[in-house]
């Protein structure tokens, strides 16, 4: 495993480019194999999780190619020629986005369960109610889930959570089927929105994308489409700012959509900075003493669980107490155990965290536990006194397309070793 090194107590300043969001980018490529003529992306950023995904495509006979750096084209022929393997499915949680674009394409899926991972358990009951709603029939057999349907008929399908994988792979699925869907209570992420109006660009009906109710118009094919722009990293984004404010920055971040990040730029203004949006840009910078404050992880637009674990570093020297309440999921605050290692005074009870805010943290060896967690050491290490080994940086490669750099050209001091 790979280590990244941070020296801390330097400024960040300056300015930075937002990647294309990872997130949007994983379940626009599994939409792709639903499009009978070619697709070319921009904008997907050459980080880990991408790479796995363009071979688990590969996998199921399509042919990719890197066209510039961030510019991709896909085409899928009429027929799978096979099955993503175990060893791969089981690195990448999307992997599970392929089942609704194989249905819906080719009236059958064979896919290896993607496991839990550190951060939860993860179930897929609500995409196998929406599969199942829309007339698959499904058999789990040894850890691979084996999805029929001949032509999948459209139905109306209320969401238990807005789950967002579950929206994503559901709404896929209803744009081949026979009639209309209804997605109630759906997820409403700007990915989600992303991957809408992607459908829509290969000749799909989707419509309502970003609200609590998706109605999906089935129609007989999708075409292919060119030059297809993802929209910018708001998590990328997020963690860019919260290193900004951790070392009493001034930076901007250019190619991001500020309404993506409100529930952020809300949540940093309440802690004393100062965020000037712009058309697709935006300014962060410390103007004040930091101040404690609480936060409650909830489905968009409330605060993104992604960037709960970078909140928790910078919160752990704001002065007072914080409280961090995790809703989505059941066990992300492993990152705390890293953080007390280095001088923080973090209290963990269930879906709760205290964090007393101390004087400083101070530089050790520390281990990333998931791609978040990874990214709140990053920070921590920004802001400590000394130098912090954080192994496990595989993980962090696996959503941040070269954060050492973009961060060394912030002033920071963050090498690979
Ligand atoms: C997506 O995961 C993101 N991943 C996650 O980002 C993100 O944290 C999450 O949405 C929430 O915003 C991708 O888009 C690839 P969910 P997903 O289904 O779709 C429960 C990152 O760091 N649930 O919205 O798996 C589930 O257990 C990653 O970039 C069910 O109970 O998230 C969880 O508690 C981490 N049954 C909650 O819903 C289901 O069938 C949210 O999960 C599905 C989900």
New binding site residues.
Partial sequence: MSKLVVRGGRVLSGRVRVSGA??AA??ILCASVMAQSDVSLENIPKIEDLRVMTELIKSIGAVLKWTEDDSLTISMPDAYTGMPTYALAKKL??SNLLIGPMLARFGRAEICLPGGCD?????????FKGFAALGARMVLEKGIMKAEAGHLKGARVYLD?P????TENIMMAACLARGQTVIENC?K?P?IVDLASFLNCLGGKVRGAGTDIIKIEGVEYLNGCTHYNVIPDR?EAGTFMIAAAATGGDIKLENVIPLHVEPLSAKLREAGLEVIEEEDSLRIRVVDDLRSLDIKTMPYPGF???LQSQMMTLLSTAPGTSEIIEN???NRFRVADELRRMGAAIKVKGRMALIRGVPKLYGAQVRATD??AGAALVVAGLMAEGETEISGSDYIDR?YYKLEDKLSSLGGSVFRS
């Fill in positions: 990872k997130n994983l379940a949680r999307a951060i939860g358990l993860r179930p897929m009951d609500l995409h959570f789950s967002v994988g579950a997820a992420e990915e998590i993104p669980t992604d989505i999921f059941e791609l978040r959503g």
